[in-house]
């Protein structure tokens, strides 16, 4: 990403989408005592803080404010609070509605000075903001089911124009204001800022387009870095840098437990992950007051049984513990070791291990005859689930490495329990 210069013309913080409201999801019970400080308002009070520390011109927010229309009340006060804050040191607020906030924001638009909506009833509209000019349309109703950018005024701006949006980016058949990139492209709009999906994309390039992505973990299905973004314009032209302060923060990582030979080895092993996790985001500066793991367990082991099993006991236990003043827990294990069996000795059997041996050992050869047969049949089995209306969002269509991989983690499994089964039997 472009190094911004220091003679900056105008500088922007640009907010995705905060849903005030919302209260922090899959925490654990013992951090619900905290929930205060780790959910959305306390995000919008960062961010505020951020946009006086880095003297801002403008804070500009992409929709879903607000939650629901139940959370009126709550929005108010923590918007105000931010918005009055943000007036006092000469900071403009300029926010389009979303599809959550489409009636509530106007409203609080209403009620709260400075607060400054563009784009009322579904209709564009522009404003000044030193030498440049921020573009924005709202929702007009909770449901809109054609792009917005067909009725974009003609355009000639007399310097950078910023695009402020909540859409849904190349999803025709969205309900919610569908937009396809090209449309974007061929808009004369230096920066695309959008709201709506929860993940934030790069914005890097010398045209940053995309989502700026929620301000802090709304679900736990959230991973990774969340935040406000810094823009900034000058005669180089636009950057976007995000400022990581979500105060609640997911991580998926995958942990190698190929030489874990003792279950009870397990706990040092995810300790040693998130420790290791909590002194790069400390030393960034940039650790939040909470960070749940979403871990998946994998490679090859003896103990893969033992391993699930230590796993789903750990999974099970919601409680956190504190690494250099981050609050961690264990929000999730997935479980993927595949057990480390003896497939050429396994064949030779005539029994059901045998038979799932010898479909293991077809499943590494992916020219022969079996190795089709079984892919094929697996496809038939999963067609009526991949095709089902829930997962046509994404575009689901595994290819036949991707179909024996989840044939060989099922058998390897079965083999597994089979195994250990007769064990126990004798």
Do not use: F, K
């Given at each position: 990403m472009k190094q911004p210069t220091g003679d900056d013309l105008t500088n922007l913080l640009a907010i995705g989408d905060m849903h005030l409201g919302r209260p922090p999801a899959a925490i654990p019970d013992d951090l619900h005592a905290r929930r205060q400080q780790l959910g959305p308002d306390i995000a919008w009070s960062r961010a505020v803080d951020a946009a006086v520390q880095h003297r801002v011109d403008a804070v500009l927010l992409a929709g879903d404010l607000v939650d629901q229309e139940r959370d009126f009340f709550v929005a108010y006060g923590q918007l105000k609070a931010g918005v009055q804050k943000l007036a006092a040191s000469g900071i403009r607020i300029l926010a389009v509605a979303g599809n959550h906030d489409t009636e509530v924001l106007p409203r609080l638009a209403d009620e709260i000075d400075a607060l400054e909506l563009l784009g009322r009833n579904g209709q564009w509209q522009t404003q000044k903001v030193n030498d440049i000019t921020v573009l924005g349309w709202s929702f007009p109703r909770a449901q809109v089911r054609q792009s917005p950018l067909p009725d974009l005024p003609a355009l000639s701006p007399d310097g950078p124009l910023i695009g402020l949006l909540h859409c849904d980016l190349d999803?025709?058949?969205?309900?919610?204001?569908?937009?396809?990139?090209?449309?974007?492209?061929?808009?004369?709009?230096?920066?695309?800022?959008?709201?709506?999906?929860?993940?934030?994309?790069?914005?890097?390039?010398?045209?940053?387009?995309?989502?700026?992505?929620?301000?802090?973990?709304?679900?736990?299905?959230e991973t990774g870095s969340r935040g406000p973004w810094l823009i900034r314009i000058d005669d180089q032209g636009i950057t976007a840098d995000q400022l990581t302060l979500a105060p609640l923060r997911y991580e998926a990582m995958t942990i190698d437990c190929s030489d874990v030979e003792d279950a009870a080895m397990l706990s040092e092993r995810i300790l040693a992950a998130a420790r290791k996790q909590v002194r790069s985001l400390v030393a960034k500066d940039i650790a939040p007051t909470a960070m749940g793991l979403r871990l998946t367990l994998a490679g090859h082991s003896t103990a893969a049984i033992r391993i699930e099993e230590a796993a789903a006991e750990l999974a099970g236990d919601h409680r956190s513990w504190n690494e250099q003043g981050v609050h961690c827990f264990v929000q999730r294990i997935e479980c993927r070791i595949l057990p480390r069996l003896d497939l050429e000795q396994l064949s030779g059997r005539s029994d059901p291990c045998g038979l799932l041996a010898r479909r293991l050992l077809a499943l590494e050869s992916p020219d022969s005859d079996e190795y089709q047969r079984l892919v094929r049949l697996a496809r038939q089995s999963m067609a009526t689930t991949v095709g089902a209306r829930e997962f046509q969002p994404l575009h689901a269509d595994p290819d036949d490495a991707a179909v024996a991989a989840w044939l060989k983690r099922a058998a390897r499994s079965a083999l597994t329990r089979l195994i250990a089964q007769r064990e126990r039997a004798q």
């Open positions: 999803q025709p058949d969205s309900p919610y204001a569908p937009v396809s990139r090209r449309e974007l492209e061929a808009a004369p709009v230096g920066a695309w800022l959008l709201g709506h999906v929860h993940r934030p994309d790069e914005l890097d390039g010398d045209r940053p387009m995309g989502y700026l992505g929620s301000i802090t973990a709304l679900r736990a299905s």
